[in-house]
C-alpha cells in the first residue's frame, strides 16, 4: 500500500514501535514531508526532556528528515521565544512525546507557540503527531489522571482541560494495555457531548482532516460513543458510588479501519476491501 | 425496601461481603425461604471444599436456616449418591461457591444431581446462586480463563462449554476488579448470539425468571449486547491479532437497575422513581 502524504493530526497511544518496522513514525515522517520534512519535537511533558528530545530526533534524523529541532520548552516564557516561533511557522511538523500530560498542558497551554502549531495544524498545514501523554491532550477536555480495577465511577478519573486541537473528542491512551476502559467510559458518562476514543501502544489514530479518522498500528482503537445515551446517574451519585449508564455504543477498530466523526460510523478494512 | 421473596438464579460476581451487611448472602437466605430454608452447599470448585463448605454453612446457619448440608462431591460418581439426590430434591436453595470454574464443570455437568439443580432453577422452585466460578458456569458457553492487559483479541479468551442455566448468557466475574472487559469483548465476537454479562466483585445479576435481570451489591453490571454488530473479523485472523468489533451496545448497572433480557433494555432505579 503506497503511504499517504497527506498531513494529518496523530494521536498516538503511546509505546509505538521505535526500533523495527517503526510503522506509525514512518507515517509521520511521510506525512510531515519525508525529505522535505522539518521537524519540531516538543519533549516538555518529559522530566528528562534532553535524551526523549535527542532520541526522537536520531530516529527522524536517520530517516532523513531535511531539518529536526527539539524545542526543549522547561518553562511557558521560552514560548513567546521568536527564533521557536519562526520554526514553528515554517516547519512542517510537530511531534509531542510522552510524559506527564499535566505538564505538557501545564507549559504550552494558551502560548503563542502552541497557537501557531494547534492552527497549522487544523488548516492542514502541518502533521501533528502526540504520543501518550502528547496523546492525552488533543481534546478540549483531558484525562489527568485515574485508576483501573474498579466499577466505573466518578473517582475513577481526574478530568481538566486540555489543548483542544480536536475539541470534540477525549482521549485515553495505553489502553487496553492499563486497562483504561472504566476510566474512559466514567469520563464520558461526565461529558456525553464528547467521543470517547482509547488507543492502545504503538497504535494510533489519523485524523486527516476528512471528518474520518483511520487507525494504524498494532492494537486496536475503542471508540466509546454515547451519541443514544439514554441515562446517567453521573450528577446524581456521590464521587465513589458505581455509575450507572445506558446506551453507549462501542466500536474496536483495528489497522485500516475506519470511523466517520460525523455520522458515527465506522468503516472496516476488509469489509470495504470486500466490496471493492 | 422489602426484600423479595422470589426464587431466583443469582449469579455473583464473587468475592461477595460474608462478614458486615452480607446484602448478597442475606438475599439468598431470604430467597430460598429464610427461616424455612432447606439449603445445598457445593463447593466443588474449590480445591479446599471442606473449609469454603463450612464458611457459607456457618454464615446460613447464623442467619436461620432450617437446614443446611454441604453437597463435598470430589467424584463424580457421588452424583449418583441417592441420599444427596434426595436432599436436592427437596431443598431450596442451592449456592455453588467460587474456585475454579472447569473443576465445577468437570465434577457436576450433565450428572442426575446437576440436572434435578437446574430444572428446579429453571421452573422456579428453587434459589440458585453461584459466586465467581459458580457464576461463570451458569451460561451454555463459558470463560474457562483468560487474559487482560491487551488489546481484545482471540487468544485472550478461553471458552469452553458452561453448566448451561442460563444458556443465552456469557458471564465473567471480578469483572472490573479484574480488568476483564476485553476479553468478555473477545468471547462476545466469537458468540455473538449471546449477552455478555460482566458482574463486579460483591455485586449480583439477579434473573428472577420473567425476562429481566435486577442488580444488588456494591458495583455495577456491565452488559455487552451484540444483538446490532454490524462487522467482525473474529474469524478471519490470527489468534493474536487484534480484533474489530463493529457496533456492540454497552450498559452499566448499578444497585437496582434492572434489564429487560428480550427487549433488550435496560431500565434505571433512580428513573423509575423518578416516574413513580
Not at 521557536?84 to 511557522?89: D, P, T
Request: aromatic share 6%; charged share 20%.
Amino acid at each position: 500500500m503506497p503511504q499517504s502524504t497527506k498531513t494529518a493530526i496523530m494521536v498516538i497511544g503511546g509505546a509505538e514501535d521505535k526500533i523495527h518496522g517503526k510503522e506509525i513514525l514512518h507515517n509521520f515522517f511521510g506525512r510531515s514531508g519525508a525529505a522535505e520534512a522539518r521537524i519540531a519535537i516538543i519533549p516538555s511533558a518529559s522530566r528528562e526532556p534532553a535524551i526523549i528530545g535527542e532520541r526522537y530526533l536520531t530516529i527522524f534524523g536517520e530517516m532523513g528528515a531535511k531539518g529536526i529541532e527539539v524545542l526543549d520548552i522547561r518553562d511557558r516564557e521560552q514560548c513567546n521565544d521568536a527564533l521557536m516561533q519562526s520554526y514553528v511557522e515554517n516547519c512542517t511538523g510537530v511531534f509531542m512525546t510522552g510524559g506527564d500530560q499535566l505538564r505538557l498542558c501545564g507549559l504550552l497551554a494558551d502560548t503563542p507557540l502552541m497557537r501557531t502549531v494547534q492552527q497549522r495544524a487544523q488548516k492542514g498545514e502541518i502533521t501533528l503527531a502526540g504520543t501518550s501523554a502528547g496523546a492525552a491532550v488533543m481534546g478540549h477536555y483531558m484525562i489527568a489522571g485515574g485508576g483501573s480495577g474498579e466499577s466505573p465511577n466518578r473517582s475513577l478519573v481526574d478530568m481538566t482541560t486540555g489543548l483542544g486541537i480536536i475539541p470534540e473528542v477525549i482521549v485515553d491512551q495505553h489502553f487496553h494495555n492499563r486497562n483504561r476502559m472504566a476510566r474512559l467510559m466514567s469520563a464520558i458518562a461526565a461529558y456525553p457531548d464528547r467521543l470517547g476514543i482509547g488507543i492502545d501502544e504503538d497504535t494510533c489514530t489519523l485524523f486527516e482532516g476528512d471528518g474520518t479518522l483511520q487507525v494504524i498500528g498494532k492494537g486496536t482503537v475503542t471508540i466509546l460513543d454515547p451519541a443514544e445515551l439514554s441515562y446517567t446517574n453521573q450528577e446524581k451519585v456521590g464521587a465513589t458510588d458505581p455509575l450507572s449508564i445506558g446506551n453507549l455504543r462501542l466500536h474496536i477498530l483495528s489497522h485500516s479501519d475506519r470511523y466517520d466523526l460525523r455520522k458515527r460510523v465506522p468503516s472496516f478494512a476488509a469489509y470495504r476491501m470486500a466490496q471493492e
